[in-house]
């Protein structure tokens, strides 16, 4: 068994820069107006962000089973309860998601769109918020997880209705479908991203990654932990997988 310890000092120092080190510029009618430091830990949908989350898993998984093999029935009883409340707070499943596992994206969408229902935003504004706001939070999850199409499509309609507004408790025209809308800028759409088939490629460069074993840590860590030297296509998932 791999002997368990603390992250090196060093390589805490590793990842404290990518998270310090990032800083964000500032752009008003196509011009740069500055930049500032990133401050509040990963940005949302920082690609970084899924990895830790593996990284420190598999180190709580490890932990576990050796607590499990050392410690006293008690001790397991208690380990057990912890793991039952945080598995209630922080839904995971080796399949697809089910619908209520993906309340809480809905949620916070419907949240987000009911604080900006008072304010007058333009038709530029709106497109703008839900380029980074409503569908960064989907491709945030995507980046993770295959998404339920009911899902994608609820997010879908909630952004729909925000772009084209509503009057009281009816919808205002469509003035293109959400097809046309998700098209690229230069072929007349405003370059939204279709969902079902954007979570299907954000997935893939993942899948890219460790088929060409790119020279990237967590690509390494994947090809000696779980393919230990077995091709990509040919590995066979384990239940006890991270």
Known sequence: MVELSLFSAKFVNWIM????????????????????KGKKGLRQGDP??????????????????????????QVVNHLKVALNDFSKSVPMR?????????????????KRLHSWATRHLSYAGRIQLIH????????????????????????????????????????????GSWEEVCRPKQYGGLGFREG??????ILA????????????????????????????WNYKLSQYSS
């Open 205 to 232: 460069k993942f899948l890219w990654a460790i088929m060409k074993k790119h020279d990237v840590l967590w690509v390494k860590w994947v090809n000696v932990v779980y393919l230990k030297g077995v091709d990509i």
């Open 17 to 36: 820069t990518c998270l310090k080190g990032t800083s964000y510029n500032l752009m008003m009618n196509g011009r740069l107006q500055g930049k500032f």
């Open 48 to 73: 970084i962000s899924p990895l830790l989350f593996v990284l420190v898993m598999e180190f709580l998984t490890r932990r576990l089973l050796q607590e499990s093999k050392e410690g006293t029935s």
């Open 196 to 201: 079902a088939n954007w979570n299907k490629a």
């Open 132 to 175: 980074t706001a409503l569908l960064g939070l989907r491709n945030y999850w995507m980046n993770i997880f295959v998404l339920r199409q009911s899902v994608i499509k609820e997010i879908d309609k909630h952004c729909r209705l925000f772009l084209w507004g509503q009057a009281g408790n009816r919808c205002k025209v469509h003035l």
């Open 94 to 110: 080796p399949t697809k998601w089910r619908m209520e596992d993906c309340g809480a994206i809905v949620d916070k969408i419907k």
